[in-house]
């Protein structure tokens, strides 16, 4: 299911961007762009960093601990269970 970007007149001038998905909820805003061209380049930067981007827990006692979906899973190199948390460190990601 294909989301959507949306770029919209920001309240107090400048632009948003909004992000929804194939059926049209609405999953996330941005900040606020001064031009079409800056929010254009936002979701040109959303797109590389949302496919690869490493979701880090920084809810209550959650501590930035790396959580890895299900659905990476089976791109892993080790057996994983859908939701194993990683400590991270200086040097990098450390299972626990």
Do not use: C, N
């Amino acid at each position: 299911m294909a989301g959507y970007f949306e770029i919209t007149d920001a309240p107090d001038g400048g632009f948003r961007v909004r992000l929804l998905d194939g059926t049209g909820t609405l999953v996330a805003v941005s900040v606020k762009y001064p031009t079409k061209e800056a929010a254009v380049a936002g979701i040109s930067w959303t797109r590389e960093v949302a496919g690869t981007g490493l979701i880090r827990d920084m809810s209550r006692g959650g501590h930035g601990e790396i959580i890895i979906p299900k659905s990476r899973v089976a791109h892993a190199t080790t057996r994983i269970h859908s939701h194993t948390r990683f400590q991270t460190t200086a040097r990098g990601v450390h299972s626990r």
